[in-house]
T-cell receptor, first 116, second 116 residues
Framework: GAVVSQHPSRVICKSGTSVKIECRSLDFQATTMFWYRQFPKQSLMLMAT?????????EQGVEKDKFLINHASLTLSTLTVTSAHPEDSSFYIC????????????FGPGTRLLVL | AQTVTQSQPEMSVQEAETVTLSCTYDTSENNYYLFWYKQPPSRQMILVIRQEAYKQQNATENRFSVNFQKAAKSFSLKISDSQLGDTAMYFC?????????????FGTGTRLTIIP
């Protein structure tokens, strides 16, 4: 399967600052990537679909201006949490689709964000 | 819209015993995929097993097998000869086939603890 990395693995920031999280596909070109959010002891909730060369598609209830997504290349998508607040503290996970023949998703290791 | 329900928030079983995790889903689709993902304490999402809805035969992967009942919309996971490394959160997930945009809908998860 595809190898997916995320950077940083953990970040602590002050309230009001912006934080950028990178998701990289190390061996797979991906025109689409997914961003999930997971609160403690809860399930994964899809935030948005990142599309290479076009705007991201956000799920209902997710603030586009709050969570900026840029799919800069076929191997890199970034999620920027703007003006972070303590309620944005969460675990953020990206994934890649496996493609038509595989029909699954490959997940990154996740990024733990703590906003003080 | 699809929904996935896992009615067992937590389960525990003695090492070497067999345990079954339940999952039900609701969809109007006829063709789809079902998954069980494992999330150990590292929080890396790991694919355990996958079932294609058009296949009547239940999927198996070593100690892991499923009982797929399409008419009942039930998809349970059986873990045989459970091991300490099986301790994790287990998520049932639904996917509608797509090309490059395979969104996953997750259940709320079951926390499984294997007792030495």
């Amino acid at each position: 399967g595809a190898v997916v990395s995320q950077h940083p693995s953990r970040v602590i920031c002050k309230s009001g600052t912006s934080v950028k999280i990178e998701c990289r596909s190390l061996d797979f070109q991906a025109t689409t990537m997914f961003w999930y959010r997971q609160f403690p002891k809860q399930s994964l909730m899809l935030m948005a679909t990142s599309n290479e060369g076009s705007k991201a598609t956000y799920e209902q209830g997710v603030e586009k201006d709050k969570f900026l997504i840029n799919h800069a290349s076929l191997t890199l998508s970034t999620l920027t949490v703007t003006s972070a607040h303590p309620e944005d503290s969460s675990f953020y996970i990206c994934s890649l689709p496996g493609g038509l023949a595989i029909q699954t998703q490959y997940f990154g290791p996740g990024t733990r964000l703590l906003v003080l | 819209a699809q929904t996935v329900t896992q009615s067992q928030p937590e389960m525990s079983v003695q090492e070497a015993e067999t345990v079954t995790l339940s999952c039900t889903y609701d969809t109007s689709e006829n063709n789809y995929y079902l998954f069980w993902y494992k999330q150990p304490p590292s929080r890396q999402m790991i694919l355990v097993i996958r079932q294609e809805a058009y296949k009547q035969q239940n999927a198996t992967e070593n100690r892991f097998s499923v009982n797929f009942q399409k008419a009942a919309k039930s998809f349970s996971l059986k873990i045989s000869d459970s091991q300490l490394g099986d301790t994790a959160m287990y998520f049932c997930a639904f996917m509608k086939p797509s090309f490059g945009n395979e969104k996953l809908t997750f259940g709320t998860g079951t926390r499984l603890t294997i007792i030495p």
